[in-house]
């Protein structure tokens, strides 16, 4: 990566060209700056594909003033957490609780003390890329660096809610690697750490639509959660996973299904009832993916 593309972004907003100015100067050594004359421009910059890391928000500007900004950027799970530094010409000890309160991070006075702002500035991104990494750390499986069963729990109870909304179905995968411990115990935990990340990574690369999420269920199980897809199409991608594991060639030469590493799969699909628990959905799946095993491994198990 470029340093250019490594430098986080600092979104400047303020209707004085001069402010603009000054702090560009300031800043522009350390980080990539962009920015905006009014609020809506700022809006419109914050909810963009590439959002700054952080906002200096100037309160007063004509229309859409700064608090209004920050409220419109709270109000969306994009934007709220982009931290916001108001810089304003207002010193009253209110304007700045109001900011505050709000959900701004600090408060920069005008005029400008340049080395004060620098270190504003870089306290606040510290800050963000340490909760950043926090966040990756509680989401993220450590091995396989695919989400965690945390991350799948929540997902699962946010997805059945928003499925039940739309009557949409909203399908799950189970997936269980075949005879893993034998595959340990003949070729080593460390070689079956190898196996388990490319396992991992070769089923994500199948979960293609943005909402779709892969995750390390615990030990040797995954699960895939698709939201808005119904039965065929979910054992459609349960096979594509299959044969893409199988396809790995990982040799396992005490895996009674087969020459090399393979999966077995559970796929259940329902339209979710808020009556019924998310847990449900997954006994069905689990229920499934025993199934395939007492059938022979290597196969995908559904009801129709
Ligand atoms: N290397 C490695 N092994 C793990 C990890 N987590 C779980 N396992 C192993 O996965 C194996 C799971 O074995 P079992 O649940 O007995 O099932 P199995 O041998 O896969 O048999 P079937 O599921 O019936 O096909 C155990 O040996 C665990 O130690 C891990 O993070 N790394």
């Not at 600092?10 to 050594?29: F, M, R, S, T, Y």
Request: glycine share 4%; charged share 25%; with cysteine.
């Amino acid at each position: 990566m470029s340093d250019e593309l490594a430098k986080q972004t600092v979104l400047i907003v303020d209707d004085e060209p001069i402010n603009i100015k000054v702090l560009g100067q300031a800043l522009a050594d350390s980080y990539r700056v962009k920015t905006a004359i009014n609020g809506s421009k700022a809006l419109n910059i914050v909810q963009s594909a590439q959002p700054p890391d952080l906002v200096l928000l100037d309160i007063q500007m004509p229309e859409l003033d700064g608090y209004e900004v920050l409220l419109a950027m709270k109000q969306s799970d994009l934007t709220k957490n982009i931290p916001v530094i108001f810089i304003t010409g207002k010193d009253a000890a209110e304007d700045e609780a109001k900011g505050l309160e709000l959900g701004a991070m600090d408060y920069i006075p005008k005029p400008f003390n340049i080395p004060v702002v620098k270190a504003r500035v870089r306290n606040q991104l510290a800050l963000k890329q340490k909760a950043e990494l926090l966040e990756k750390l509680v989401s993220i499986d450590g091995l396989t660096e695919i989400p965690n069963r945390r991350n799948y729990d929540e997902k699962l109870q946010s997805e059945w809610r928003r499925c039940n909304r739309s009557r949409a179905p909203l399908s799950i995968i189970m997936i269980d690697i075949d005879s893993f411990k034998p595959y340990n115990d003949n070729y080593g935990h460390s070689q079956g750490d190898v196996a388990l990340k490319k396992v991992a990574s070769v089923i994500k690369s199948k979960g293609k639509r943005s909402g779709d999420l892969i995750a390390r269920y615990g030990g040797e199980e995954f699960v895939v959660l698709l939201p808005e897809t119904d039965l065929p199409s979910a054992v459609e991608i349960a096979e594509t996973m299959r044969q893409a594991v199988e396809e790995l060639k990982i040799p396992h030469e005490y895996n009674p299904a087969s020459d090399h590493i393979t999966i077995s799969l559970g796929v259940w699909s329902v339209i979710p009832d808020l009556d019924t628990s998310p847990l449900t959905l997954q006994k069905q799946a689990d229920d499934l993916l025993y199934k395939a095993k007492q059938q022979g491994r290597n196969q995908v198990s559904y009801t129709l």
